[in-house]
């Protein structure tokens, strides 16, 4: 917290009663944001029910005081029920940005001097599962260190050629694909892996999120659709998340959150993008310009596939260990019950884009490094250094960024993050953010008040699902794991930095692209 939001918190707390007006909800130190962007001016954050046009000058709130501006924001229905009814809101377990969360303030205050904050926090509702923490284990004698060896990837990115590339490579399973992942409800996904691994080996690991608003079917439909046509052939397990039915224990705190594909034990399909409809919709804008329109509608994500097999033996290790430890805690299948509804959030399209980029492919001796979370220090060590190693651009694109509630030891690893990035900022690095509309104007002052620029150096841009970091137009991070604490700590995530101009300078075009005529500086009210 700076100095001036200190300042503006003894003013609020000093004159609360002025703030005494029809409609008003809270209260809080924040930053001055002007048409729909912040100006990075410190100020008064006043929410309302509704900002009205009209109001008798009685009922008016103060334009400044004691010269600091007061900025007032409708709230959403979410801040609505956060400020009004926290516990309601804690029980819906909106867990991140993308889900249905607002940021939460802990200076924030309502006009009886409540703090909403803590008991909207839907962790603290997380707390009353009554289920056993059980110890994360690796797989022993596979460490996650970096390999270096002759490799071929094949790059690519959603919406323009993500289904392409996945069809192509589960189409090439000659005898088993070992899969991780967090949500699977795209049919013509599930069609193309039951065509191609009927009498080969399938062993799945999944994840049982809120249903997806472009989802054909649930998880469990895809599970038991897959059953009935592999049989025996077929492996899967439940994962060990806190709130999953069939989970006797937990591991992961909110998701098993991964997307990763192990082929022949060869060749991993790595990415950001579930197999859903919004992270791998079914169309190909780069050989078909018919899917661009559509495609302003699905998600941006980066893809790779690695062959090289020492690699992907170390992925198959962890996710057949995944699997073993899940099925060792799965409770017998309940009836089946009416599917979790999805969050009530807007749709919403990018500009159009000025291009779609197709498929590259590189071959060459490449050093890349494996990610796996929840392996302590593994990610964070390694993106620390990564951020830390840019001396001329940074360029990162993430659904959010979400800075825990409360920072203590349990997440000042993602903290330190954050710390990196605004130590590059201050360096004279070209920083620049692209983040999707899930990160509003809160969840943006919070970052502005550590010291990030968000003003000069961050764009929203509709439809962002991806995880990934560019530096120095060098080396790539291609991953799963979003930023919050637990996506960069606790939750099962995996990633791959590659150490390769040529993959860099691939997404580093796309990410261009995307700054340039996908990206604004326009962000949704909280």
Same mark, same amino acid.
């Not at 080996?201 to 989802?215: G, H, I, Q, S």
């Not at 998600?299 to 962890?318: G, M, T």
């Not at 009530?344 to 490449?366: E, G, H, M, Y």
């Not at 990564?386 to 997440?411: G, H, R």
């Given at each position: ?149 002759? *490799?071929? $990837? ?6 323009? !050629?993500?289904?392409? =590339?996945? @069809?192509?490579?589960? #189409? /090439?399973? %000659? *005898?088993? $694909? ?6 699977? !409800?795209?049919?013509? =996904?599930? @069609?193309?892996?039951? #065509? /191609?691994? %009927? ?22 439909? %895809? ?304």
């Amino acid at each position: 917290m700076t100095e001036a939001q200190v300042h503006i918190g003894k003013i609020i707390a000093n004159r609360l009663g002025e703030f005494d007006k029809p409609g008003v909800l809270s209260v809080r130190p924040g930053f001055e944001v002007t048409g729909n962007w912040l100006t990075g001016r410190p100020a008064i954050v006043v929410t309302v029910r509704r900002k009205l046009r009209r109001m008798p000058a009685a009922d008016l709130l103060p334009e400044n005081i004691d010269g600091v501006p007061v900025d007032v924001r409708q709230a959403s229905p979410r801040k609505r029920m956060e400020v009004t009814e926290p516990l309601k809101y804690a029980a819906q377990l909106r867990l991140a940005p993308d889900t249905g969360s607002v940021p939460h303030f802990s200076d924030e205050t309502t006009l009886d001097a409540a703090h909403p904050a803590a008991a909207a926090s839907a962790h603290a509702q997380l707390a009353k599962v009554a289920k056993p923490e059980l110890p994360y284990s690796a797989p022993p004698g596979v460490p996650l260190t970096p390999i270096g060896a002759q *490799a071929t $990837l094949l790059l690519s990115a959603s919406p323009d !050629t993500g289904w392409a =590339v996945l @069809k192509q490579f589960l #189409a /090439a399973t %000659t *005898a088993s $694909l070992t899969v991780g992942m967090y949500d699977f !409800t795209a049919a013509h =996904v599930a @069609k193309a892996v039951e #065509a /191609a691994l %009927t009498d080969k080996r399938f062993d799945l690991v999944l994840d049982r999120p809120a249903l997806n608003p472009t989802a054909d079917q649930t998880d469990d439909d %895809t599970v038991a659709a897959l059953k009935a046509a592999l049989g025996k052939n077929m492996s899967q397990a439940w994962a060990l998340t806190r709130m999953d039915k069939e989970a006797s224990a937990w591991i992961y705190p909110t998701s098993y959150h991964i997307k990763v594909a192990v082929q022949d034990s060869a060749r991993i399909w790595l990415s950001s993008g579930n197999w859903n409809n919004s992270n791998q919709p079914a169309i190909d804008p780069a050989s078909n310009a018919a899917d661009a329109t559509t495609a302003r509608h699905r998600d941006r994500d980066w893809h790779v596939v690695i062959s090289e097999p020492k690699l992907a033996k170390v992925f198959e290790a962890y996710l057949r260990n995944d699997l073993t430890v899940a099925a060792a805690h799965n409770e017998p299948p309940q009836a089946p019950g009416a599917p979790v509804p999805p969050p009530a959030l807007p749709s919403s399209s990018t500009p159009a884009f000025q291009q779609f980029f197709p498929t590259a492919t590189v071959t060459d001796k490449i050093t890349i490094t494996p990610l796996l979370t929840p392996d302590p220090g593994i990610y964070t060590n390694a993106i620390r250094a990564l951020i830390a190693s840019a001396t001329t651009s940074l360029y990162m694109q993430y659904q959010y960024i979400e800075l825990p509630k409360a920072v203590d030891a349990t997440s000042q690893a993602f903290i330190d993050l954050v710390h990196a990035v605004i130590d590059r900022q201050n360096t004279g690095v070209d920083v620049r953010i692209i983040m999707s509309e899930y990160e509003t104007a809160g969840y943006l002052e919070q970052l502005q008040g550590m010291g990030l620029n968000v003003v000069d150096n961050v764009k929203i841009q509709a439809n962002v699902h991806n995880k990934g970091i560019i530096v120095d137009g060098k080396t790539v991070l291609v991953s799963s794991q979003n930023w919050s604490t637990d996506g960069t700590l606790y939750n099962r995530d995996a990633g791959v930095i590659i150490d390769d101009r040529t993959s860099a300078q691939y997404f580093q075009q796309i990410f261009l692209h995307d700054w340039d005529h996908l990206a604004l500086k326009r962000a949704a009210s909280d």
